[in-house]
Structures are given as structure tokens and as C-alpha cells.
């Protein structure tokens, strides 16, 4: 039965990844390399259950949208700004590959079957499943955080020192962003509650603890935007440039040093990021389920 429901899935997830990716490309949101990894990524996710590729599919769509909104000023702002936001394939693999092995892992501890949050029937399943909210929360919350806040009209203040940087710089936050960080996380853990009521069978009693995971989703988003500018303003570096009269990552002869180190760029930061944040909402599932 499980065998055949994974086959079902499969083949389900592959014709919806692939009308996504191709429709995805055609609207700018992805390059065609971009659009082909996160056909794989998708087909994966909905493959070993649907809950987790519906997570996929809510950070997808949504952080897609908010991308989109303000183009005009985030074009004057943006050092690397696209059209669309299009991503290519290391951009989709850095939101998407941390996940990408635990959805298979989890498929396989489990037969493809959907399980509740409840670490008295297992500590480590609870704090796989944990972990991929997490991850979620982390890439939502930081590309909400990053697509809303630089559109705020207060001054982005460095999180390290909490003066006042210039829109654009890694590691500046408002409370606009980190607000929106936090309805991300929201956003995910929504999504998990409400998917989970279809796929997952569990006693009434767990069914009603699996609503702590939506507040939880909520701190792991803000957490997972922190999180990615601490590293932004200590490991990747940022400098205004007086000739393109934008922050940049690169240094140059124009170029006039904000914050940070070139340890990291943003893929990277992005990765450890979510990372982190997906240990600690693992452990936070475990603690609290």
C-alpha cells in the first residue's frame, strides 16, 4: 500500500513540479536552470509527501509575490536586481537542497507515510519533520524580511552595531522586515497545520498539540532573518559604490566599505542559515511535542 501510494504521488508530483517549473520560467521567477532544479527539487518533495512538497509550493509561491512587489524602487536599490526575482539553480538549491535530503529521509524511516509531531512515538522523526519547518520558516521569513523591508521608509539599522546603514546593506534590519520574517514563518506552519489535517492520522490529543507548531513557525521565521543578518554583516561583505550609487558585495576602487568580511556571499549565508535554523526548530519540536 505504501509502495503504491509513494508511485502515486510520484507521478502526480512530476506533472505538477513540471506545469510549475515550466510556468515559473515563462514568468521570470526561475532561469531555465533554475526552473529544471526546482522541477527535481518538487517532484522529490511531493514524491515522499505532500505535505512537505505543500511547504515547498507555500515558500515558493508566496516568497515569489512579495519578490515582485516594489520593483521600481528595489531596481534603484538592488545591486543584482532581475526582473521577476528569477533564480537560477544554485539559488534553488540553497532554499531547497537541506530540505531535499530530509523529505527523502523521512520517507524512508517512514514508508511514505504522513506523521504527526509527538516525540513519545518517536524523538527523531519528530525532530526531522522539525527540522524542514524549520528550514522553510528560515528561507520564507528571510526572503519576506528582505523583499518587504527594503521597501520601509525607516532607515535599515546594522544588527550588530544598530547604526544606521544604507537599504541594501547585509545585515540592516527594520522592523518592517523582521515583522515580515515573522509572517512568513507563519505562513509555513499554517500550511503544516492545515495539510496535515488531510494527510495525517493521530488521536485527538496530538492532533490538537500540532497547533504549537504555527507559533513556532512564526518565532523560527524571525529567528531564521536574524539568523541569515548576523551572518550578512559579520561574513559577507558590503560597501557603497559612488559610481553605480548602490551597496555592492564586491570591493573595488569606488568602493567604500559598510560592514563585513568577504568570508561568505549570499548563497552561502542563505545555507548556513537555514542550517541553524533548522536544528534549533528541530530541537524546539522535540522540547515542545
Known amino acids: 500500500m505504501a ?3 509513494i508511485a502515486v504521488r510520484s507521478a502526480v508530483g512530476a506533472a505538477l ?14 532561469d531555465v536552470s533554475g526552473g529544471a532544479a526546482g522541477f527535481a527539487v518538487m517532484a522529490i518533495h511531493l514524491a515522499c509527501g505532500y505535505r512537505y512538497g505543500a511547504l515547498l509550493l507555500a515558500f515558493f509561491f508566496t516568497s515569489s509575490k ?17 526582473e521577476g526575482g528569477q533564480r537560477n539553480w544554485i539559488q534553488v538549491l ?45 528561507c520564507n521569513g528571510d526572503t519576506w524580511s528582505s523583499e518587504i523591508g527594503v521597501l520601509s521608509d525607516e ?12 537599504k541594501g546593506t547585509n545585515g540592516g534590519v527594520t522592523l518592517q522586515g523582521l515583522l515580515a520574517a515573522t509572517a512568513g514563518g507563519l505562513t509555513i506552519g499554517l500550511t503544516f497545520v492545515a495539510v496535515g489535517l488531510i494527510t495525517a492520522e493521530c488521536s485527538f490529543e496530538v492532533a490538537l498539540r500540532q497547533l504549537l507548531a504555527i507559533p513556532i ?31 555592492v558585495s564586491k ?13 561568505l556571499d549570499n548563497d552561502a549565508v542563505n545555507a548556513v542559515a537555514v542550517l541553524l ?10 522540547f515542545f511535542f
Open 94 to 138: 540553497a532554499n531547497s537542497a537541506i530540505a531535499t535530503v530530509l523529505v527523502i529521509l523521512l520517507a524512508i524511516m517512514t514508508g511514505g507515510q504522513d506523521q504527526c509531531l509527538d516525540s513519545n512515538d518517536s524523538k527523531f522523526i519528530t525532530g526531522i519533520i522539525g527540522s524542514i519547518i524549520g528550514h522553510y520558516c528560515c
Open 251 to 263: 570591493r573595488g576602487p569606488t568602493v567604500t566599505k559598510i560592514s563585513g568580511m568577504t568570508i
Open 66 to 82: 512579495v519578490t515582485k512587489i516594489g520593483e521600481d524602487r528595489k531596481r534603484r536599490v538592488e545591486e543584482d536586481f532581475k
Open 217 to 247: 513557525s512564526a518565532a523560527a521565521g524571525l529567528l531564521g532573518s536574524l539568523i541569515d543578518s548576523l551572518l550578512g554583516a559579520t561574513l559577507q561583505f558590503s560597501g557603497y559604490c559612488s559610481v553605480r550609487k548602490k551597496v
Open 17 to 30: 513540479s513540471a506545469v510549475i517549473a515550466a510556468r515559473a520560467v515563462r514568468r521570470r521567477s526561475l
Open 155 to 166: 532607515q535599515p539599522r546594522l544588527i550588530t552595531t544598530l547604526k544606521p546603514v544604507r
Open 277 to 286: 535554523t533548522a536544528v534549533i526548530t528541530a530541537y524546539a519540536c522535540i
Open 3 to 5: 509502495v503504491a501510494s
